[in-house]
């Protein structure tokens, strides 16, 4: 079975303080691994998919890297809109459904 | 690109009545849809997969005959909440996979609550 393991839960921040969240995972063959960002009662929001180990992606204060066992979310110089529970999830190579895990809520204060 | 969008967005209900909720792709062709359930400060677990055209397939746990999920179209999916309890009260979100890749994209979710 699939698993997603998210750390830390929450995590604060000072506006312009770096940080990174963690994205543990076992899958049997992994298709991809995707980033999504879900505000409070809304939808998530997809930001990134990962295919395969050493890849990188990037968006305004967001970077995504991946490993064989294991994602990181860097967060560069936050901004209290970057506020919000980003959510990691895995597919594996023959199914299409998503595996979540339980997310990390960023909070950025002013 | 890539919207779906919720219908309604939130419903409150009676006990024992049903619901329906839809989904729709805006701008794309979705061969597959599928639908979660959010409690309160958790992550969203999976509930069904529906294919257009075909019979939805549901989770482990998961109620088909009290979950009822059609696929009528290539941008429709709708799941109907039959005879609704308090304990179904939820976030109930779709998300629909482009064709052509393997991203879901994720609608603004519906808020049922069951009194």
């Known amino acids: 079975e699939d698993q997603v393991t998210q750390s830390p839960e929450a995590l604060r921040l000072q506006e312009g303080e770096s940080s990174s969240l963690n994205c543990s995972y076992t899958v049997s063959g992994l298709r991809g691994l995707f980033w999504y960002r879900q505000d409070p009662g809304k939808g998530p929001e997809f930001l990134f998919t990962?295919?395969?180990a050493g890849e990188e992606k990037e968006k305004e204060r967001l970077k995504a890297t991946l490993t064989k066992k294991e994602s990181f979310l860097h967060i560069t110089a936050p901004k209290p809109e970057d506020s919000a529970t980003y959510l990691c999830a895995v597919q594996a190579s023959n199914d299409y459904k998503l595996s979540f895990g339980a997310g990390t809520t960023v909070t950025v204060r002013a | 690109g890539a919207v779906v969008s919720q219908h309604p967005s939130w419903v409150i209900c009676k006990s024992g009545t049903s619901v329906k909720i839809e989904c729709r792709s805006l701008?794309?062709?979705?061969?597959?849809m599928f639908w979660y359930r959010q409690f309160p400060k958790q992550s969203l677990m999976l509930m069904a997969t529906s294919n257009e055209g075909s019979k939805a397939t549901y989770e482990q746990g998961v109620e088909k005959d009290k979950f009822l999920i059609n696929h009528a179209s290539l941008t429709l999916s709708t799941l109907t909440v039959t005879s609704a309890h308090p304990e179904d009260s939820s976030f109930y979100i779709c998300s629909a996979r482009v064709a052509s890749g393997y991203e879901q994209y994720f609608g603004p979710g519906t808020r049922l609550t069951v009194t």
């Open positions: 701008d794309f062709q979705a061969t597959t």
């Open positions: 990962l295919y395969s």
